[in-house]
């Protein structure tokens, strides 16, 4: 078997090979088991951190529950009873003991549900551990091995009830007894998760300590006044405090210091047996700081300190900056201010990952930075679901993502509406869960492990609903004021304390495809947590998880296939018919692409044209499905990005040109410093004979947009017969491209496009990652005609099958005649043969380019 070894004065991750059984199957007690070198035979490996169903499915015991039908067949545990999915999980480790007065401590850092630890023949815990938030920690010095080969065996136990998955939201809504997640037993955009999730989901981590233990690091950075991303900073103030505990029975005395730029900061600190301090050291000032922001505002530098006492270390990263979130009196919302400067929010919601909590740092990276390249500034974390792990806190910091982290309660499980589908009713589901001292233990471990992120930008009592009173009090009153002190608290994700509603109704929506029209000249509410449109990917990204036979064009109603229906499609109505009958699959998700495209592209324009009068902020639901959903995503599970996001990227440019279809009007949105510039306007013809619009300089205040001329005069009369594509720059901005339908509303022109082609030149670049490869790809559009919709990929020389993820500076491009367009490309490595770039447009013919 082969095992971790933990070295002295570390953490470490206990990664090596875990092996799991079901505890039915298994006639020893935890004692017995935990004793080193017994055998193992017929154990299965396991998948930690991970959970049970993730182990059956890698070793092949249940099929793949996101490809078409397959979760229909693996049992689910309400039916089966809580036994089915209990396991043991058991793992050899080599860790010499602990010398001195070392002390040696076991973690646990996320268990669903319950669980019972053992280490060499003794149990660690008193009793059971519960609850899917609340880290658990153990001194196991006294336990180690002698000659350093030592066994730890768990038993995990699943939530209890698991809940019916009967088709409501969160089934029939009692998994919301437990402290855990809720979207496993189902909801409107997945399927259930059939073991509920349980298992080890989180890292396993070994600790060596001296005998004072340094925990809990509080990193608060003070920002006094507006400031600019650029230029001369005045300097910010740093204070930090952690918690120092003596883990002996002999009184103790030292220093506790941190080193930050070049200078050391000092506390002294007497500990009696068995004490502990919150300690708190001098601020420091920091001179020309180096200031983190938001995505589209400024950088995100890092800085990162070390807190030390004795011969013991913590480092803690963090971002200078300061958040505030005050009242807007004129659109009665919130607004969202970074180091003094506002923010005009636009974000995702974000439910997890990867449904099955097969979680890790390379796929947080990819998720977040895809969020980044949609030009997004922030991520809700919506309630239904977690806590989100630090890794992906990590990259939100790099990325510049602002985070709105919700609590793990719901208005669809916790009571906020009648429901005939929940088992209790509304006054019994308003005091889920169970256990409200487990639930506000949880909410202060979880503060502790992610309040020093800069990305963290406020706290959101629930989904659609309040805590319990007793836990909003709780968190209101209590835990977040004494843990964090620097965020504001959202009593539910909707609050008129957010977002004021006086337009009736839940406060948030509309969702699905809407006019473009709707997104311009219909006022929703001032700071919407959700409203989203479609999101289907294209025919590559179906052929993943939908059998050949299922790949059809969906039909309304009864007519809906049995797959697209069981992945939660959501339709895109009568809007494909303005591009004419599609003749198959193929041609149904190009002409979806369009359609994403504009739609989140309109999303994103009609928004920010009303920042500031009508609207503080936008989030959309939703960016990202943790599995293989048919519904609101720029992306695939599988990290395949679809139009939509290329829609919300041309959207989001920070000074942007933008039309609006109601007014048939020029506008200028600025995001950024004042400028003056040049926007010019020019209209194509189906032919690719161009008509000058529109050309004038404009002043572009900072931070608003600007309504500028009326084209419709110039337009209508081009547009009539086949539609146009206009085309809108600021030189050295933006470059907008629409495509406008014909006076009866059908693209008629795009139908009877000519065909273009495209030439296309590779310059490969030599400063990537290993296993990863990057180009600057410029493409040229040589013809008479418009080169259209041309969407990138990076390939397989041997599979035909893209290379995910793949990053596109920009993708969806069209090319007016004589145009150039240059895209830089990151890929991973190829695991058969060589990259290939790959072009394909709506009317330029698919074509393999070498030399990535």
């Not at 958040?323 to 997890?352: K, L, P, T």
């Not at 790099?398 to 982290?405: A, E, F, I, T």
Request: aromatic share 10%; with cysteine; hydrophobic share 35%.
């Amino acid at each position: 078997m082969v095992v971790s070894v933990v070295t002295a004065r570390a953490q470490v991750e206990l990664n090596g090979r875990w092996v799991c059984r079901r505890a039915s199957e298994v006639s020893i007690d935890g004692k017995v088991l935990s004793q080193p070198r017994g055998p193992l035979d017929g154990w299965m490996p396991a998948v930690v951190p991970g959970t049970v169903l993730t182990s059956l499915v890698k070793e092949g015991l249940a099929p793949d529950p996101f490809y078409g039908m397959n979760n229909e067949h693996i049992p689910d545990i309400y039916t089966t009873g809580n036994a089915y999915y209990t396991y043991w999980f058991v793992h050899d480790f080599t860790a010499a003991r602990a010398t001195g007065q070392e002390h040696v401590w076991l973690q646990f850092r996320g268990v669903n549900y319950g669980f019972d630890a053992y280490l060499n023949g003794h149990r660690l815990n008193d009793s059971t551990h519960y609850g899917m938030f609340l880290r658990a920690e153990y001194d196991i010095t006294p336990w180690l091995a002698a000659d350093g080969h030592n066994r730890l065996a768990v038993i995990v136990y699943p939530p209890d009830p698991p809940g019916n998955p009967n088709g409501g939201q969160g089934g029939d809504g009692m998994i919301a007894r437990n402290v855990a997640h809720q979207y496993v037993a189902g909801w409107d955009w997945i399927q259930p998760i059939r073991d509920r999730n349980t298992g080890i989901w989180d890292k396993v981590l070994l600790r060596r300590t001296g005998p004072v233990k340094v925990d809990h690091p509080h990193v608060v950075t003070l920002v006094p006044g507006v400031r600019k991303a650029e230029g001369p900073q005045a300097p910010a103030v740093v204070c930090v405090t952690a918690e120092v505990s003596n883990e002996t029975g002999k009184a103790q005395t030292g220093t506790l210091s941190y080193r930050l730029a070049g200078r050391t900061l000092t506390a002294k600190v007497a500990l009696g047996p068995h004490e502990s301090k919150l300690v708190t050291l001098p601020a420091d000032t920091v001179r020309q700081p180096r200031l983190w922001w938001p995505n589209g505002y400024g950088a995100q530098p890092l800085y990162t300190l070390t807190l030390r006492y004795g011969g013991d270390t913590l480092p803690v990263q963090f971002g200078i900056r300061q958040m505030d979130a005050v009242w807007n009196a004129h659109s009665r919302s919130r607004e969202i201010r970074v180091n003094g400067r506002r923010i005009f929010i636009r974000g995702g919601n974000w439910i997890v990952s990867d449904a099955m909590l097969r979680l890790s740092r390379e796929r947080y990276d990819a998720e977040v930075r895809l969020h980044r390249d949609m030009r997004l500034n922030l991520i809700r974390v919506w309630g239904g679901a977690l806590t989100e792990r630090p890794e992906f806190y990590d990259a939100c910091d790099r990325y510049g993502l602002l985070v709105m982290q919700d609590f793990w309660n719901s208005g669809d499980c916790n009571g906020r509406w009648p429901d005939p589908k929940k088992l209790e009713d509304q006054a019994t589901r308003r005091r889920y869960p169970d256990d409200h001292g487990l639930f506000i233990a949880s909410a202060a471990d979880q503060i502790r492990m992610i309040r020093n992120h800069p990305s963290l930008a406020f706290w959101c009592g629930g989904n659609e609903i309040t805590p319990p009173d007793d836990i909003l009090h709780a968190l209101q009153d209590s835990l977040l004021p004494m843990l964090d002190g620097t965020r504001w608290f959202a009593t539910y994700s909707n609050t008129d304390s957010m977002s004021y509603n006086s337009l009736g109704g839940n406060g948030d929506g509309p969702y699905g495809i809407q006019p473009l029209s709707t997104f311009w000249e219909h006022r929703t509410f001032p700071f919407n947590s959700e409203v989203g449109s479609v999101g289907l990917g294209d025919e590559a990204s179906l052929s993943r998880f939908m059998p050949v036979e299922n790949r059809v064009i969906p039909r309304g109603g009864k007519e809906l296939d049995s797959v697209w229906a069981y992945h939660k499609y959501i339709p895109y109505d009568h809007f494909p018919d303005a591009y004419g009958d599609a003749r198959d699959i193929g041609e149904f998700t190009r002409i979806a692409q369009l359609l994403n495209y504009d739609q989140y592209r309109g999303l994103a324009e009609g928004f920010r044209a009303h920042a500031w009068d009508w609207y503080t902020g936008v989030i959309i639901w939703k960016t990202q499905n943790p599995w293989t959903a048919l519904r609101g995503q720029m992306y695939d599970y599988y990290l395949d990005p679809n139009a939509c996001l290329y829609g919300l990227h041309e959207g989001g440019e920070v000074l942007h040109a933008a039309f609006d279809p109601v007014k048939e009007r020029l506008w200028v949105l600025n995001d950024g410093p004042a400028a003056t510039v040049r926007l010019r306007a020019t209209a194509y013809d189906m032919q690719g004979g161009a008509h000058p619009v529109a050309a004038r300089v404009v002043q572009a205040e900072a931070d608003t947009s600007a309504e500028l001329a009326d084209v419709k005069t110039a337009i209508d009369s081009l547009r009539a017969g086949k539609g146009l594509f206009l085309l809108l720059e600021i030189p050295g901005h933006s470059r907008n491209l629409y495509w406008l339908p014909d006076s009866s509303g059908r693209y008629t022109g795009l139908r009877e496009l000519a065909p273009a082609r495209v030439t296309v030149h590779i310059k490969r670049l030599g400063n990537t990652r290993p296993g990863k490869g990057e180009a600057e790809v410029t493409l040229l559009n040589p013809g008479p005609i418009p080169a259209f919709f041309n969407r990138l990929s990076v390939t397989d020389s041997r599979t035909g099958l893209r290379l995910l993820p793949t990053f596109y500076s920009d993708n969806y491009g069209s090319l007016m005649p004589g145009e150039t367009w240059k895209v830089r490309i990151e890929w991973p490595s190829p695991v058969e043969g060589e990259p290939v770039l790959t072009v394909e447009g709506w009317n330029v013919k698919k074509a393999n380019f070498r030399g990535l």
